[in-house]
């Protein structure tokens, strides 16, 4: 069955960094677009950065640009988030979505906290 299961996150200080990973199996990755979404508490889920099927374009919300790359690498099927300069705001859980077709695939999720 289809799987994708985040991992890497943590707590952090301010201004340090963290790496996600989101490892997929159950369908074909490479065919998929992949979206990296964040929920802060009491706080609507946001999109946070997105790859396409084969790499080539990323997009990030604004808030994001410069700090956060996405990535990913087909052969393993896993899709990364970079993650430098961290904030205090930016503590959220963070999910993974496939999307081809809606509603695509969810994560379960994995915690960020920024603080010190």
């Known amino acids: 069955q289809v799987q994708l299961v985040e991992s890497g996150g943590g707590l952090v200080q301010p201004g340090g960094s963290l790496r996600l990973s989101c490892a997929a199996s159950?369908?074909?990755?490479?065919?998929?677009?992949m979206r990296w979404y964040r929920q802060a508490p009491g706080k609507e889920r946001e999109l946070v950065a997105a790859?396409?099927?084969?790499?080539?374009?990323?997009n990030y919300a604004d808030s994001e640009k410069g700090r956060f790359t996405i990535s990913r690498d087909n052969a393993k099927n896993t899709v990364y988030l970079q993650m430098n300069s961290l904030k205090p705001e930016d503590t959220a859980v963070y999910y993974c979505h496939a999307w081809r077709t809606w509603p695509g695939y969810w994560g379960q999720g994995t915690q960020v906290t920024v603080s010190s």
């Open positions: 159950g369908f074909i990755f490479s065919t998929y677009i």
């Open positions: 790859i396409t099927s084969a790499g080539g374009i990323t």
